[in-house]
Structure formats: structure tokens, C-alpha cells
């Protein structure tokens, strides 16, 4: 199921992005990690709104990792994650009381 979570410096990323939420949204059939380059269209794949970018569950894990909260970027990073949760149904309240802390 679709997940809205939160990294530890918070981070928000969307886990288990489902395929046809996604082509709908993006009119891209063919989703390819933005890390490793693969093909994902046949997997649970993870999408980082304030990258607008999708990969696959280990490269996304990487990711995360590395990423660094910038206090500058926070309207765009509440903005893109408000607007992937819209275009993926999610609903972002419930995402935030779930979100990993
Ligand atoms: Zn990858």
C-alpha cells in the first residue's frame, strides 16, 4: 500500500508507489530509477517529491540516506509533497501521523 513517510531530518518519500497512480500522474509508462537507471515499472518503487524523482527500493534507501534537510527549500518540499499525495490519492494527514519519527 502507498505510504506517505518522513526521514529522520524530515524528508518526506512515498513508499510502494502504485503503477497505475503514477502513469496516470505522469503519463510515463515506463518509470526508471532516477539512481541506478533500472526499469521499475514492475516493482514497488519509491518517489522523493522534493527531487520529483522515482527509484527503486535500495537506491531510494541510499538516497535518503545522503539527503540533507535545507531550510530554504521547505515551501517547495511541503508543496511537491502535497502534490504527489494529491495525484496519488494519499491522504497527507494520515501519512504525517503514521510517519516514521
Ligand atoms: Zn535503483
Redesign the pocket.
Known amino acids: 500500500m502507498q505510504k506517505l513517510k518522513y526521514t529522520d531530518n524530515g524528508i518526506s518519500y512515498i513508499e510502494n508507489v502504485d503503477f497505475w497512480k503514477f502513469v496516470n500522474a505522469t503519463l510515463n509508462p515506463d518509470p526508471i ?1 532516477g ?2 537507471l ?1 526499469p521499475i515499472a514492475n516493482e514497488k518503487f519509491v518517489l522523493i517529491p522534493i527531487l520529483n524523482e522515482v ?2 527500493k ?2 531510494a534507501k541510499e538516497v535518503l540516506q545522503q539527503m540533507k534537510w535545507y531550510e530554504k527549500d521547505r515551501n517547495i518540499h511541503d508543496a511537491r509533497t502535497q502534490y504527489w499525495c494529491r495525484a496519488f490519492g494519499i491522504n497527507i494527514e494520515g501519512g504525517k501521523e503514521n510517519a516514521v519519527k
Open positions: 530509477c539512481e541506478c533500472k527509484y527503486c535500495k537506491c
